[in-house]
């Protein structure tokens, strides 16, 4: 089965869910003006991309995570045989293992992906059984957890187009921070973005600069200008009053998690019955003992978890410490629940269930998005889902 058509009609989610439903195996092909991007399927799983974006190509991927030089990329590049892939010479060099290509080829593929959820417009065109060019390497990758991130990011896209300035806005370092807290940690796009800004520099620039695509430069740049530690000529030059956001981030947090621990009971109880609900005890019991910031909070049934208690909880402790506390329990407990899920109740209905959680704890936190970005919530939670 062929079939093509317009992204204005049919949107990339909904092709892929087409694809992964009837594990078809071939290659979607989507393009618009100069750009062509390739994703070949097989049963339904995504295995390789190809892009003629710069931005995507394999070297450019290992050039943003650090992870190669530039006069390194070019050695290679002069070096490898001809119609050899990149990642096929890397690991023939000896300078990576098969391993470590494969991580990034992952990341290559759902960065091409990722792309492609921005595109309001565009031909498509899915020409089933053909197969990746020979010498890939390939991986395989759930194109429904691509498309719940691919998702979030146009979701989140909108937040921060609140807090960046235009292109022509002018980005400074602030020589004189406010900080929320004594100390504050930056992450490596970050710091690499920083860099860039350097004693000034136009929005349009840094982004055009950066080795990171533009998605992940330009929310560097809202995570530095929340921090106080870059200003921008879109910010009002007295800055309004910070409004206390302990409770309602505590509440946010109460609601998923009771919700999410509630969800996993019931169905370690719905096919187990009472050994269900035994073992859901017994593995908050031989864990607690890790956890005593939210102990205390939990008894053996998740729907007893209290705001109240975790707001005063909270509060007890430096905002910023107590909360990012809480956020690193609740997901580490998480996963305790859920590895016990995939033990006792086997991969389909663990995966089942990872799905569900997933989908109700971003609907959720939809509604407070600015919140839930500036305290990592949802970064933390998706990469608590993808390390289980």
Request: charged share 30%; hydrophobic share 40%; aromatic share 8%.
């Amino acid at each position: 089965m062929s079939f093509a058509g317009n992204l204005k009609t049919v949107s990339i989610p909904d092709i892929f869910q087409l694809i992964f439903s009837t594990k078809k195996t071939g290659v979607l092909t989507v393009s618009k003006t100069d750009v062509t991007k390739e994703i070949y399927f097989k049963g339904g799983f995504t295995v390789y991309a190809s892009s003629s974006e710069e931005q995507d190509l394999f070297g450019n991927i290992l050039l943003k995570t650090g992870k190669i030089t530039k006069p390194e990329l070019d050695r290679v590049l002069r070096e490898k045989k001809d119609g050899r892939k990149i990642g096929a010479a890397l690991v023939e060099m000896q300078l990576f293992s098969r391993e470590e290509i494969l991580d990034y080829l992952k990341l290559q593929i759902e960065e091409i992906v990722y792309g492609l959820f921005g595109w309001k417009d565009g031909e498509f065109n899915f020409t089933e059984g053909k197969a990746p060019p020979p010498e890939t390497i390939q991986v395989e990758l759930n194109p429904m957890n691509i498309i719940m991130e691919g998702t979030r990011r146009i979701d989140e896209w909108e937040e921060l187009k609140k807090i960046l300035p235009n292109d022509d806005g002018v980005l400074e370092l602030e020589k004189n921070p406010t900080l929320k807290g004594e100390q504050i940690k930056l992450s490596r796009n970050e710091i690499l973005v920083m860099a860039l800004i350097g004693s000034g520099k136009e929005m349009g620039d840094t982004v055009k600069e950066s080795t990171l695509d533009r998605f992940l430069t330009c929310k560097a740049i809202a995570n530095l200008i929340r921090s106080s530690l870059v200003k921008t000529s879109k910010q009002e030059l007295e800055k309004k009053p910070e409004v206390d956001e302990t409770e309602e981030i505590i509440k946010l947090l109460a609601t998923i998690y009771r919700h999410n621990f509630n969800l996993i009971y019931q169905t370690f109880k719905g096919k187990l019955g009472l050994k269900g609900e035994r073992i859901f005890d017994e593995t908050f019991q031989n864990v607690k003992t890790d956890y005593p910031l939210i102990a205390a909070q939990i008894n053996r049934l998740p729907g007893e978890l209290g705001f109240e208690l975790l707001d005063k909880l909270a509060k007890a402790s430096p905002e910023a410490a107590g909360i990012h506390r809480l956020i690193a329990s609740f997901n580490d407990l998480l996963s305790d629940y859920l590895n016990a899920m995939q033990k006792y109740l086997g991969n389909k209905m663990y995966w089942r269930t990872v799905s569900q959680l997933r989908i109700e704890t971003l609907n959720t936190i939809s509604g407070k998005r600015q919140l839930a970005m500036k305290w990592g919530l949802e970064d933390e939670f998706s990469r608590t889902l993808r390390s289980i």
